[in-house]
């Protein structure tokens, strides 16, 4: 009995491989020049797929496109005329019409739910080419990361910061976050506190630094610049000056600003005191 099951079971075996093989054979027979062509045709398809890419972003490169939107058109021209040469291929490998529709219906479901997140990224990306929160070449601050926008992509930003290193932001993660965009206007306000010695006379100090910053060839607005004492810390005094730069200036300023105070300190006798802590012993 055994025997003869396991006999059964092997014949069923070799009997339905046989039919696979058999089926395989003839479906090659039939379908193989048609596959044949379709991965031909795919294969040129996405050449001129690539290529049409490239005059898009030739054709917008020499337009007055926004640079933002760029990258972003051309993606979406790119994936749109692929999507047509693979219905194309299907079509010409035997795949009927109804079965096409059904599978891209079923397709779509299943990518629409497994990539939801990637979904939201690129109708993320459609709201920042719309409402344009930041722009290619501006300088921004987001999640705590700066540094300037390079490309704004379908699903994702290119950021690089100044230790030139590139940050890939998903849009749908802009979005939600909070963003600091340096270049919205074409000035930035530069502030300083500087912290003085108690024995420093504060209206001499401020009128010195009232001098240094109007004579400044980087700070605009020299008529109305702010400077007061903003506090009594624990070990200084600080007064609290700010100036408006150009802001593709900004840190060309910072840096002047900074080198002509200190030496201006220096040579006025204004003591810039360190944090330090003064201790009374009682005696016996």
Do not use: W
């Amino acid at each position: 009995m055994e025997t003869n099951a396991v006999t059964k079971v092997v014949t069923d075996e070799i009997s339905i491989t046989a039919k696979f093989i058999n089926d395989m054979k003839m479906f090659v027979l039939n379908k193989g020049m048609d596959i044949v062509e379709a991965i031909i045709l795919f294969c040129i398809g996405y050449i001129i797929c690539r290529y049409i890419r490239k005059v898009v972003e030739h054709i917008l490169d020499r337009s007055k496109v926004d640079p933002s939107a760029k990258t972003f058109i051309s993606d979406i021209i790119y994936f749109f005329c692929l999507a047509i040469v693979t219905i194309v291929a299907l079509g010409t490998a035997g795949v009927a019409a109804g079965t096409l529709a059904a599978a891209f219906g079923g397709i779509g479901l299943a990518i629409g739910l497994g990539l939801k997140d990637n979904i939201g990224n690129v109708a993320s990306g459609i709201f920042i080419l719309i409402f344009r929160p930041f722009k290619v070449g501006d300088y921004v601050s987001i999640g705590g990361a700066q540094g300037t926008v390079k490309e704004i992509r379908i699903m994702y930003t290119n950021v690089a910061t100044l230790s030139n290193q590139m940050i890939v932001f998903p849009n749908s993660k802009l979005i939600s976050s909070v963003i600091t965009n340096y270049s919205a206007f074409e000035t930035r306000n530069l502030e300083f506190t500087f912290d003085v010695g108690y024995n420093t006379d504060l209206r001499k100090c401020i009128t010195l630094l009232k001098e240094i910053f109007t004579a400044n060839d980087y700070v605009l607005d020299k008529e109305n610049i702010p400077i007061f004492v903003s506090s009594l810390a624990e070990s200084s005094i600080q007064i609290y000056v700010r100036a408006q730069v150009d802001r593709l200036k900004y840190f060309d300023a910072q840096n002047d600003l900074y080198i002509k105070v200190k030496e201006a300190f220096d040579e006025a006798g204004i003591d810039i005191p360190f944090p330090q802590v003064v201790v009374h012993q009682a005696r016996d």
